[in-house]
């Protein structure tokens, strides 16, 4: 079987660091192309590409490379030309992988919804949204916990990350679709509503630069309830990373993670119940162990799904929905935050059919 004709389009830091590297070794797939605004970036991967023994070019234009026989684009350009490019790789018949943010704001959302619904009727070409997070064996471990019910009924989420990190590239300008909400966010906050699967009704947020320079925030911090009553904190906070990444609250127990280290608590009321004492007796079962897998994702997995996909023999794991209520839910925290005020979504407007 012949391998997948691939072009990369935006030769920065997650083409050289992330997917360059997977795309390198990955059987599925020859890189055939690469194009960047700065043709210095675009001739330097394409010489890796050589060099690993792929048939590459550095394209001059955009409108070059998609004219070519190449099948699949991976868009990993800043991201408001986001949904720019992938419009013009799907116009071309190209199947897309793009990186969060795919959009930046619901309008460009519902724009490529429209252009990938057009391109898959005429081409039969996909338009896939890159979010690594959600193939995490942290997410699917919390998710066969909740199952068991082994915790009782989920009441709460919280979902971190933090850093000290300072960036000094386009991610800190607001022109260029920067800011944490953007950049961290769609990784956070994916995940948290790929583990609800029910709208999020209310939004209250806070947002902060505090030590990046440009223009945007560095930190946010929302607070968010679903449709059946469950409360979820998400934030990117500047400090030092010491606290949990995820606490899962039920009824019946408690979930941390931190990194690729799970600690499930399970609690029980061994009786008799005596109601004269401040609190009666709570036996704690706790489990801790390390997480299977890539906990926060196997990219290398991802890829060979993605040529499945391509191939047809399978659906993308994250249909286009759940991005689209990403962008609904970004849209109102970013709403929140500037205006002070607790932010309403209508139930009406998510799982829309796409």
């Known amino acids: 079987m012949s391998r997948i004709k691939t072009a990369i389009i935006g030769c920065g830091r997650d083409a050289n660091n992330m997917h360059g590297p997977i795309l390198l070794k990955h059987p599925e797939f020859e890189v ?47 991201s408001h030309v986001h949904t720019e490019v992938c419009a013009a790789c799907l116009r071309a018949g190209k199947h897309v992988l793009v990186t969060k943010p795919w959009a930046v704001g ?11 619904k057009e391109a898959k ?3 039969g070409v996909e338009l896939m949204v890159f979010l690594p997070q959600n193939w995490g064996t942290n997410l699917s471990t919390i998710k066969e916990i909740i199952a068991s019910g082994e915790i009782g009924q989920v009441y709460q989420i919280r979902r971190r990350a933090s850093t000290f990190g300072k960036r000094y590239d386009w991610q800190i300008y607001k022109k260029f679709g920067g800011g ?34 440009g223009d945007c925030e560095d930190m946010f911090y929302a607070m968010l309830k679903t449709k059946s009553g469950i ?18 609250q039920g009824s019946k127990g408690t979930i941390f993670i931190t990194n690729d280290v799970i600690d499930v608590h399970k609690i029980s009321h061994p009786g008799p119940i005596d109601p004269q004492v401040y609190r009666n007796p709570v036996k704690d079962d706790n489990e801790t162990y390390k997480l299977p897998g890539a906990y926060n994702g196997d990219r290398y997995a991802i890829y060979t799904h993605i040529a499945d996909v391509i191939r ?20 109102a925290i970013h709403q ?3 205006t002070d005020e607790i932010v309403r979504i209508p139930e009406e407007v998510w799982n829309k059919a796409l």
């Open 32 to 78: 055939v192309g690469t194009f960047d605004i700065c043709r210095e970036a675009a001739e330097k991967m394409a010489d890796m590409f050589c060099a690993a023994g792929h048939n590459c070019k550095a394209y001059e234009t955009r409108e070059e490379l998609l004219a070519s026989d190449v099948e699949y684009c991976v868009v990993l350009t800043d």
């Open 106 to 116: 619901i309008e460009d959302a519902e724009f490529i919804i429209k252009e990938a």
């Open 121 to 123: 009727k005429k081409f």
């Open 180 to 213: 944490y909400l953007y950049n961290w966010g769609p990784h956070l906050l994916g995940q948290v509503l790929d583990l609800v699967n029910e709208p999020i009704v209310k939004v209250c947020a806070e947002k902060k630069q505090v030590i990046m320079d």
């Open 231 to 248: 409360i979820i904190n998400c934030e990117h906070g500047i400090m030092v990373d010491k606290l949990p990444h995820w606490i899962i």
């Open 312 to 331: 047809g023999e399978c659906s993308y794991r994250i249909p286009l929905t759940l991005p689209r209520n990403l962008t609904i839910l970004l849209d």
């Open 336 to 338: 929140s935050a500037d």
